[in-house]
């Protein structure tokens, strides 16, 4: 049975989201330059954490990975802040963004129950403070760990324009989006 996704998008808003919408999956755009600044460690995080790059694997297997979804959900959160440089009041901003991401994605997990769903977040998966990856270990909550838009290769940018969401929201803030691809079959 279809679900109405106009419902979803409003579960989304209601969980905390500014800006939400169905997107459909064939109109992602990826770019090998997005990767390669996770491989330049652009982030910090480059090589480890088992949901980021080189862990992951390659792009060329991701975009085949997320081309299995023939919709998502985007949506993006948006935080004032006193000064765009304040790094703390990034963080706590991501911060803030992760917790509404996980609340949205347990809206999904719990009304909707799609038959299969792959998340994608801001950033590399920060569910554990250490990741195992580090100890050659594997990941210890598969279930929690959720890769980012940026390692698959993603132009959020081009995303959100595409759907209608904005990518810039004034000055001194700061925008966070999160991506739940789905099927509906």
Known sequence: MPHDLNELVKDALESGAQFAAI??????????EFRQACEKNVCGKYNTNWMGPPALGPISELKIKA????????????????????????????GIHRATFRRILAVVNTKYQFRELLPLDAGCCSVCARCTYLDGEPCRHPDLAVA????????????????GLPYYSGANTISYVGLILFDED
């Open 148 to 163: 980012s838009l940026e390692a698959y290769g993603i132009d959020v940018m081009a995303l959100e324009k595409e759907n």
């Open 67 to 94: 081309a299995k979804f023939k919709q998502g959900l985007l949506f993006q959160t948006v935080y004032q802040m006193k000064s765009s440089f304040d790094l703390d009041e990034m963080e706590a901003a991501a």
């Open 23 to 32: 997107v459909d999956t064939s109109k992602i755009d990826y770019r090998e």
